[in-house]
């Protein structure tokens, strides 16, 4: 229950930081889902999604574009779109219900945001999931900041050692901001990982050094 | 995963990209060298690095390291869930499946995540921990498949030391268990030697209010202001009686 669940951050920097999913499940609805898994990616990218990506076969840059992640989806596909704004969110939410496409459509980021937009387009909470967090050896962990970027990548791909070359590249204008975060975007396979947040964050690092 | 030393220039490119940190390379040192033991074989050094003379090499995976790969590499496909990655639908899809019902919380302990990465016999004092309440694992999640009785959360002989990115103890309880189950999973974390991300799923109320929250904070835990919500656009809607 897990891959855009536990995004660490503050609420400030977490508002500009949303992903839509969706997905057929096996054996109730998809068979013929690919298609429709397409046309939401399309109307994604239509409506503002910064970045789209394919659960089951990866992100821009492991398929070799965009247009690739758009043509090879298929049946089974687990398909997102990352949004740096709820304005971009909520059209696209519109498209897809008034497209009635069928297929389970999961909305991470703030729930106080997501659920503004929501009542504002009279769609409703079916199942919600929540983060309680870290528990164990916890002073293992990175500091906060660099968690931050981190944990965009549910799977972990995007490394404490990458984040780290990154912020050393930035600091010494070896790269831009955006330059940098679009670097810390490539090993997220799922294209879940938010650069716009990502160079922000960036930002306030390198600011703060300085 | 595996580095040729002699194809290896010492170029480090690779190093970053490691998880776990399992990839070395020495000051002064003519190759990179990969921790065997530590490397949990997702392979992101592979398709991320770069390597300018293709050095970096997937050995034959075979019993029990082949677990590694499974819940490491995102692109593996488990054959029990039928989706990439470790989990399953879970809450995704409950507007179609109705896998959580009301009276009923999900529950997902994430072994390793973030960062530091998990071995088995961790996953296992935690599975044993919380299969004292009686849950049922799900049988989908490819964790519970490694599981030799799933009743005691015991698992396979010989993969205890496999060590993987994150590894997710999946299933359901009552929303009356929750305290309980709290009180077990607060003992337990201090036994362990990594850390886990914990999260709860559940179905809304008709009135949108969600039902663990007061059982939560009543706990004197911490949630988190973002997370998932299940707009209920899947259809066929699933009916509950």
Known sequence: ?210 | MRIYPDLCIACGQCVPYCPVKAIRLEAGADFAEIDFDECAECSNCLRMAECPTDAICQQELVWPRTVRSLLSDPLTVAKESGITGRGTEEMKTNDVTGRFKRGFAGIAIELGRPVVGARFYDVEKVAQAVASLGVEFEPRNPTTSLMEDPSIGKFKEGILNEKVVSAILEFAVKLEQLPQLFEIIKRVAAEIDTVFSLDIATRANPDGSVPIEPVVKAAGLWISPNGKTNIGLGRPLVKEH
């Open chain 1, 1 to 210: 229950m897990t891959h855009t669940l536990h995004r660490m951050g503050s609420v400030e920097n977490l508002s500009e930081d949303y992903v839509v999913l969706m997905m057929p499940s096996k054996d109730i609805n998809h068979v013929g889902s690919g298609p429709k898994l397409r046309r939401f990616l399309q109307m994604a990218l239509d409506n503002g999604a910064i970045k789209i990506g394919d659960g089951r076969l990866g992100n821009q840059y492991h398929q070799g574009g965009v247009s690739k992640v758009l043509e090879n989806v298929e049946d089974r596909a687990v398909v997102h779109a990352v949004f740096r704004d709820t304005e971009s969110l909520a059209r696209t939410l519109l498209a897809i219900k008034e497209a009635d496409f069928g297929l389970s459509v999961v909305v991470s980021g703030l729930f106080g945001e997501v659920e503004k937009c929501c009542k504002r387009l009279g769609l409703e909470k079916h199942t919600v999931n929540i983060s309680m967090g870290r528990w164990g050896r916890t002073e293992n962990l990175p500091p906060q900041e660099i968690l931050e970027i981190n944990t965009m990548c549910g799977h972990g791909m995007v490394t404490v050692g990458l984040i780290e070359e990154v912020i050393a590249d930035v600091r010494n204008k070896r790269c831009t901001l955006e330059e940098g975060a679009e670097r810390l975007f490539r090993p997220c396979l799922c294209g879940i990982f938010n650069p716009h947040r990502a160079a922000q964050l960036l930002e306030e690092m390198t600011a703060k050094e300085k």
